[in-house]
DNA sequence: CGCTCTATTGACTTCGTTCAACAAGCGTGG
DNA sequence: CCACGCTTGTTGAACGAAGTCAATAGAGCG
């Protein structure tokens, strides 16, 4: 409990959820914490493991991902460092994930244990509050995609995908466009489609000018119209 | 607070929320709970409503839906009594419900001030674990249907619905079969569809043998045929 | 009895998937 | 440095699942 690492303790700081919890209590966190690094395409956890540790990306990128029973990914989320995931266990103790979270670079997160977690927590109990907006916020998401999945079409679902990922993963607004690191794949199991699809799409709004694209890259230059294609006003 | 309506009470105490609030709590959540009625077809809360009160149903049956911009409804989870809704308020102060619960049949709920419950959860804060139970269970649950949303077809989402309905309105599995009180229309919300799919897919079980439907009433014969559906293993 | 709401079913259309062939980017090792 | 191979992306053609539209049939209620 005395390992105060101020780098770590700076990592914690910055977490929403613990946006305005005690000095002590991030002290006290930090010295819970143990850094876990994951190469490129490697696993934090996978679902149905046992969920014995929390996780709060430190370094890199990753994303929230199901497996049906065959075998296509659903991605459920885009983790960007600060973010807290796999909390699941610190509230239900012998839960397993329900989702497994796959390094898309190599990634450096840290890791605490949920029963130490949930202890804290007990002790602690106003840090509950910033786990409960963490999942309000995240039931409120997870509700409004399940709604654009069973009213929209493809086109959409994957425009909206794209404003999204812009908004969050906050890219710098350049001249030129909004810079995003995902493959056509990785669009398809965001919006439950194929990336035959996804392809099909981003070419023809290639060809509109509203974007251009590159291997793993799509760079949005006209996002309004894009929020015209998402709310279905496009001709 | 010193209404003690001690069938308020009891109905307090059947919360899955509460599971393990002292008693001295649950007379303060009596105290502070109003009831609340509404008819067949009413709503407790619209969608974009101020999130002032969270509710119990105490009887009859509801659903929370959303509605999109296009008008059409998408059923995220139906009601029973006991359990608790709209407590979105009461973590996010100022916050807006996400979607509106309607009452399926004459209804009537406990409404609480989310302020209210707020400040008893600071000062009670092992309430909040009960609180985040429910969220995480909610969570898995909307991560799941999600999955299916997005990687199965049709009648293997129709065919998982009866069966979580049959499962959790929990009717007594009597020789005959399940009784479910629910529309084509009902169904074909929750699984997000139309009710021509819906009917289409119905009818074809019923010739099967596998169920039998009348108006706004569906009876499972076999669920393991419709489990075999579900899991795409139909011949 | 007639009105309204729910359900059924056929015909047709559309959207999206699947399959297949091919092109282009990128890294690696000879 | 180039050739090779792997991965990612593109595009056409055919197919199929599900949506749409429309006509009709029952069920229940006043």
Redesign the pocket.
């Known amino acids: 409990m005395d390992n105060h690492d101020p780098e770590i303790v700076e990592i914690i700081r910055h977490v929403a959820v613990l946006h305005d919890a005690a000095d002590e209590d991030l002290q006290t966190i930090a010295g819970m914490s143990i850094r876990r690094a994951v190469e490129d395409g490697g696993y934090f956890f996978l679902q149905g493991d046992k969920a014995e540790y929390l996780y709060i990306l430190a370094s890199g990128r990753a994303k929230l991902c199901m497996i049906s029973a065959d075998g296509q990914q659903v991605n459920l989320r885009t983790l960007i460092p600060n973010q807290l995931f796999g909390a699941l266990g610190a509230i239900q103790p012998g839960a397993v994930y329900p989702a497994c979270a796959q390094a898309l670079q190599d990634s450096t997160a840290l890791a605490i244990a949920s029963a130490d977690f949930r202890n804290l927590v007990t002790k602690r109990p106003h840090l509950s509050f910033g786990l409960m907006e963490l999942m309000t916020g995240y039931i409120q998401e997870m509700q409004e995609r399940y709604r654009e999945l069973a009213t929209?079409?493809?086109?959409?679902?994957v425009a909206r995908a794209l404003l999204r990922l812009a908004a969050q993963s906050g890219q710098k607004i350049e001249r030129g466009g909004i810079t995003l690191p995902?493959?056509?794949?990785?669009l398809?199991e965001m919006?439950?489609?194929?990336?035959?699809?996804?392809?099909?799409?981003?070419?023809?709004w290639?060809?509109k000018g509203m974007i251009t694209?590159?291997?793993?890259?799509?760079t949005l230059i006209e996002p309004h119209a894009l929020v015209r294609v998402a709310d279905d006003l496009a001709k």
Chains 1, 2 share one sequence.
Not at 182 to 186: E, G, K, M, V
Not at 213 to 218: F, Y
């Open positions: 929209e079409r493809v086109e959409q679902r995902f493959s056509r794949q990785d398809a919006t439950g489609t194929t990336l035959y699809t996804v392809s099909r799409y981003l070419s023809r290639e060809k694209t590159g291997r793993e890259l799509i």
